[in-house]
């Protein structure tokens, strides 16, 4: 691979490398071949280009050998801190039982809610740290996580400041956006009031979680099993007034309109969207929100009715791709497998999946700094032992991960 000398050492230069860029100002990957990429001493990149057109360096260059070296990868929608399992959930399913109806029979995220709410911060960080190591293990430098495993006050703060624990816990090694997702399901402790927790969600934890700066966006789950566009327009207004930004969980299940009310308030994403009509399509893509890609969820609950990938294309939708790791509806943590599963399922294509977790999904998180090779971006680096940007998406069991970089450190694929 590389020297024990180099690894874990600042890497100010890379050449000699096939670059996908994801400049948008280029075509497709915005590949640039035979090229170099420049980083300071503050781990943010100064230039990239074809290494025969790079400034003169003194600093250590690190030759690639004409591997494909793109920006570090990104999962935008994970729920990666959460306690105990659903085994006995995959189980019911397999023998013919619905999502909701096991959610209406009190398993599904409640369940987990029990195992979360028992937990310690310290046990909750301990075992996303596992988690995450997987993800970094193919080349991912930034995760979003969200919380709605708690479901009251003092248990979302518990999951949101897990999840800010997680860089140093990893020694610095990896971006973590968190994502307040009080409204997630409902207690049950709630008796079946959906207004009244709402309330709870609006005025007691949002008010909490801004004070102590937990969370950088809200989202919701907008669904039959959960909470109605107008509920769902509550907790956006409540975001707003704390000036928060805002993501949805929509039309996973149903159209209820998530998408449309999604674009409405200038959401950052929409998720999972198998229900979405065009008209929904064409709010987001009015909006400028991303559309986050879940085929993990689709798979797991053996769904029929794909997202409308068609509509997208065609309204010039931002789409993203992440793994949605999750106990109950995607307990997958490989964003190549998600990958994968969004091609072979979804239809879509290698470019398009691969700008899904890099562009498209930096946009996702409201992020300009990463998911792009570009002067001023974070030096967050995949290395590919291929000069095939298929082969992120194409081999399954095995990566052909060479070298992760994050903010100009070098590390290898098992660091």
């Given amino acids: 691979m590389f020297t024990a000398k180099l690894k874990g050492a600042p890497m100010p230069v890379f050449t000699n490398a096939r670059l996908a860029t994801m400049d948008p100002k280029l075509p497709g990957l915005g590949i640039i071949e035979h090229g170099a990429v420049h980083a300071d001493a503050t781990g943010s990149i100064t230039w990239v280009g074809p290494a025969k057109d790079a400034p003169a360096s003194a600093e250590p260059a690190l030759d690639l050998g004409g591997r494909l070296l793109t920006p570090g990868l990104i999962d935008c929608h994970t729920h990666l801190v959460w306690g105990g399992t659903r085994a006995d959930e995959f189980e019911m399913r397999l023998a013919g039982r619905s999502y909701t109806d096991i959610a209406q029979a009190g398993g599904g995220i409640v369940s987990t809610v029990k195992a979360t709410r028992t937990a310690s911060q310290a046990e909750l960080t301990q075992l996303a740290i596992k988690r995450a190591r997987a993800l970094m293990a193919e080349g991912v430098t930034t995760i979003e996580v969200k919380s709605g495993y708690g479901l009251d006050l003092e248990s979302e703060m518990k999951q949101l400041r897990a999840a800010r624990a997680l860089p140093a816990a990893l020694r610095n090694r990896l971006d973590?956006?968190?994502?307040?997702?009080?409204?997630?399901?409902?207690?049950?402790?709630?008796?079946?009031?959906?207004?009244?927790?709402?309330?709870?969600?609006?005025?007691?934890?949002?008010?909490?979680?801004?004070?102590?700066?937990?969370?950088?966006?809200?989202?919701?789950?907008m669904e039959g099993i959960a909470f109605s566009g107008g509920q769902t327009a509550r907790v956006f207004d409540a975001a707003k007034d704390h000036g928060l930004k805002v993501k949805l969980h929509a039309d996973q299940l149903s159209n209820l309109g998530g998408a449309a009310l999604a674009a409405r308030y200038g959401a950052l994403s929409a998720d999972h969207l198998e229900y979405t009509d065009e008209a929904g399509a064409m709010a987001m893509g009015q909006a400028g929100t991303v559309a986050v890609i879940l085929p993990g969820a689709f798979y797991y609950l053996r769904e029929t009715q794909k997202p409308p990938i068609a509509h997208f294309r065609r309204h010039n939708v931002a789409m993203a791709v992440s793994t949605?790791?999750?106990?109950?509806?995607?307990?997958?943590?490989?964003?190549?497998?998600?990958?994968?599963?969004?091609?072979?399922?979804?239809?879509?294509?290698?470019?398009?999946?691969?700008?899904?977790?890099?562009?498209?999904?930096?946009?996702?998180?409201?992020?300009?700094?990463?998911?792009?090779?570009?002067?001023?971006?974070?030096?967050?680096?995949?290395?590919?032992?291929?000069l095939s940007p298929a082969a992120l998406v194409y081999e399954?069991?095995?990566?052909?991960?060479?070298?992760?970089?994050?903010?100009?450190?070098?590390?290898?694929?098992?660091?």
């Fill in 396 to 415: 399954m069991g095995s990566s052909p991960l060479y070298a992760r970089v994050y903010g100009g450190m070098l590390e290898g694929t098992t660091s």
């Fill in 176 to 221: 973590v956006t968190t994502t307040f997702l009080g409204a997630h399901a409902l207690p049950p402790e709630a008796n079946g009031d959906k207004d009244r927790y709402i309330d709870l969600v609006c005025r007691d934890m949002m008010p909490a979680v801004a004070r102590e700066n937990l969370a950088d966006a809200v989202d919701c789950f």
């Fill in 324 to 386: 949605d790791a999750n106990p109950g509806s995607s307990p997958i943590l490989s964003l190549r497998l998600a990958m994968n599963m969004a091609c072979l399922l979804f239809g879509l294509t290698v470019e398009e999946a691969i700008l899904g977790v890099t562009r498209n999904a930096a946009k996702a998180l409201g992020r300009t700094d990463i998911g792009v090779l570009k002067a001023g971006a974070r030096c967050h680096l995949a290395i590919w032992d291929s």
